[in-house]
């Protein structure tokens, strides 16, 4: 090709087509695992986080447990739910996430939905990432018998 400048608005042109076909691909596929910074791929076929923090105990029977990883920039929208795209029951086995239990399929009235339930879906609202923050305000708050650490 002799004209240079047209030469690189073609390879731009190109480049940028095969960014469109990539995004297209992830589109379709719905699920990006290469998104997250953390994730590394370890082995052909399986995909998982590294281990960021030890779980922390629990205090008592049914509390959601902590969040044992960094949540930043994870969004939940209508349309997209970075939670459930490691943790949702489609994806667990590839991303090594334990899977939501099935507790988060029971919508209001103790029916069984054959996906996380409204009242389940904004995963924050009962999860939340740990930390060993000294207490805002003192209490006198024990453990539930056997658990805690
Ligand atoms: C990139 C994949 C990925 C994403 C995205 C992700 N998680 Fe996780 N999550 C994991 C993995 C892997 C573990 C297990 C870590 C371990 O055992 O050390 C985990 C552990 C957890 C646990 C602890 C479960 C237990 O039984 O103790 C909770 C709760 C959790 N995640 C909630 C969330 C929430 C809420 C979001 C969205 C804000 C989220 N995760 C997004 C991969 C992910
Ligand atoms: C209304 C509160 C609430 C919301 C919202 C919620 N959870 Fe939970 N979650 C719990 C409770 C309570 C438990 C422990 C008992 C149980 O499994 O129901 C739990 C357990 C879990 C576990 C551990 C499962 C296991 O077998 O040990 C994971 C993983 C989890 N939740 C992920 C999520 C994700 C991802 C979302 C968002 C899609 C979410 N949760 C939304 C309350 C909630």
Redesign the pocket.
């Known amino acids: 090709m002799k004209n240079p400048v047209l030469k690189k608005t073609l390879s731009r042109w190109v480049a940028s087509m095969a960014f469109v076909v990539s995004s297209l691909v992830w589109a379709a596929n719905g699920v990006d695992l290469n998104q997250s910074p953390e994730v590394s791929s370890a082995s052909e076929g399986s995909i998982h986080i590294p281990k960021e923090q030890e779980k922390m105990a629990l205090n008592y029977v ?4 902590m969040i044992p990883h960094s949540v930043e920039g994870y969004q939940i929208t209508t349309n997209t ?1 970075r ?2 795209q490691c ?1 949702g029951v489609e994806n667990y086995r590839t991303t090594g ?5 099935p ?2 399929f029971m919508d209001a009235t103790g029916k069984v939905l054959g996906e ?1 339930a409204p ?5 924050l ?3 939340v990432p740990q930390s060993d923050a000294a207490p805002i305000i003192e209490n006198t708050f024990t453990p539930s018998k056997g658990f805690g650490k």
Do not use: E, G, M
């Not at 009242?119 to 995963?123: G, I």
């Open positions: 049914n509390q959601p447990p739910n939670c459930l943790h996430a334990p899977r939501v239990s507790t988060h996380v009242n389940r879906y904004f995963c609202q009962c999860h």
